[in-house]
């Protein structure tokens, strides 16, 4: 991916735009990233053969056996050409779920990747979708909205780093809290 010097500022840019996620040693694809793949992968643009004639096009400019000039109108037309096609693209949009606003009882929810807000600005109900390092998925909110409390999370980090388990609770006030599993008798 890019050349040795350029390489930490492209991976950099991909976490930031939210295209891979750093597991351990490793980087793994999102969802918006693998839909990237999905649109590109058909053309030049993914394919290590194009970028492979760059780097041979460049050190050749480098001897002084190819024009920069030529290269660089080829790389302009390229350019284009590939802008002009994925703005041709449609891209299909998550549907989401259509959620009732639990705190004012009249508007449809408006879901994002971080958050979940009513569109009434009076209303302002919000719900942050990472609680406790665990993302909430629309199923989880959904269940959450619909009987005041979410099925089990496991596994969530508490601020001095401590795994609990603990159900969201939804109070009459829309506000949310934790509802802890209560412990086997023996």
Not at 34 to 56: P, R, S
Not at 68 to 86: I, N, V
Request: hydrophobic letters at 30%; glycine letters at 4%; a positive charge.
């Amino acid at each position: 991916m890019g050349t040795p010097a350029t390489r930490a500022a492209i991976i950099e840019t991909l976490l930031k735009r939210g295209y891979v996620v750093r597991k351990q040693k490793s980087l793994i694809p999102t969802e918006k990233g693998m839909q990237v793949y999905y649109w590109v992968k058909e053309d030049d643009i993914a394919n290590v053969t194009l970028t492979g004639q760059w780097e041979e096009d460049l050190q050749k400019i480098e001897q002084g056996e190819k024009s920069p000039t030529e290269f660089l109108q080829a790389m302009k037309s390229y350019t284009q050409d590939l802008t002009q096609a994925l703005l041709k693209l449609t891209i299909p949009q998550k549907k989401h779920l259509q959620l009732c606003c639990p705190k004012c009882q009249q508007q449809t929810l408006k879901i994002f990747e971080k958050v979940v807000k009513c569109p009434d600005e009076h209303c302002n109900w919000t719900f942050f979708r990472n609680v406790c390092g665990k993302n909430i998925d629309e199923q989880t909110l959904k269940n959450l909205l619909e009987t005041r409390k979410s099925p089990l999370i496991k596994a969530m980090k508490s601020k001095t780093g401590k795994t609990f388990d603990a159900y969201l609770i939804l109070n009459e006030n829309a506000e949310t809290s934790f509802e802890f599993p209560k412990k086997k008798s023996k």
